[in-house]
């Protein structure tokens, strides 16, 4: 079925450090692709999404491109910051059905 | 803004209890999903509803079920509540032309 995986954490990065979080997803059909946070204590947010190949998504400094030769769609941004520790979650999504996601991936900058 | 309020944002139950955890959102969403989610595990899907009493059991439905009377409310019941149902629970909708989803601030249950 439907799957995403995406690397497993935790991650822990030193401020201004550059980032991937890398996440492949099964190329069933024609997914729209997501890149969703979730801050200490609160819920999930979208971050970023692409709906077709190629496309690149981007929000407060972080992109992903829809890789369609790959099946990939990896979080990137040049200069992290303290406040972007967070849990990220790659997710997908096609047809009628409900987002796919990834487990997540903890993020952790320190100053 | 869309707003996704969930009822409790802790909860402690004893085992063997119903619990309810109520769920509301106000932008007339025709989707509404909950999730439970774990450390290692992510989120998982347990059960989703695409209109009023619709629902859809999910990934792991087993030892819970929904109600969903009025569009905006989508209730998750834990018909005996069970230690190893403790975890964080969220819940989000999605409008029927989209595909974002927008989640609440979860509950976090512990049941002892």
């Known amino acids: 079925g439907d799957s995403v995986t995406q690397m497993e954490g935790p991650v822990t990065l030193s401020e201004e450090a550059f980032l991937t979080i890398n996440c492949t997803y099964t190329a069933t059909g024609y997914p729209s692709l997501f890149w969703y946070v979730q801050y200490p204590g609160e819920g999930l947010q979208l971050l970023l999404k692409?709906?077709?190949?190629?496309d690149k998504g981007s929000n407060k400094g972080f992109e992903a491109t829809y890789r369609k030769e790959t099946t990939s769609f990896h979080l990137e941004k040049g200069s992290v910051q303290v406040s972007d520790s967070a849990v990220y979650f790659c997710a997908r999504h096609s047809g009628n059905t409900p987002l796919v996601f990834g487990k997540g991936t903890r993020l952790s900058v320190i100053a | 803004d869309v707003k996704v309020t969930q009822s409790s944002r802790y909860l402690v139950k004893r085992t063997g209890e119903k619990v309810f955890l109520e769920c509301v959102q106000d932008?007339?969403?025709?989707?509404m999903f909950w999730y439970r989610q774990d450390p290692g595990l992510g989120l998982r899907l347990i059960y989703f509803?695409?209109?009023?009493?619709?629902?859809e059991k999910g990934d792991i439905p087993e030892g819970y079920s929904v109600s969903r009377e009025k569009k905006e409310r989508f209730s998750l019941i834990l018909e005996s509540a069970s230690t190893n149902q403790t975890s964080m629970y969220l819940c989000a909708s999605r409008p029927g032309h989209t595909y974002e989803q927008y989640f609440g601030p979860g509950t976090r249950l512990t049941v002892t």
């Open positions: 509803s695409y209109d009023v009493k619709m629902k």
């Open positions: 692409a709906t077709k190949a190629d």
């Open positions: 932008m007339d969403h025709e989707n």
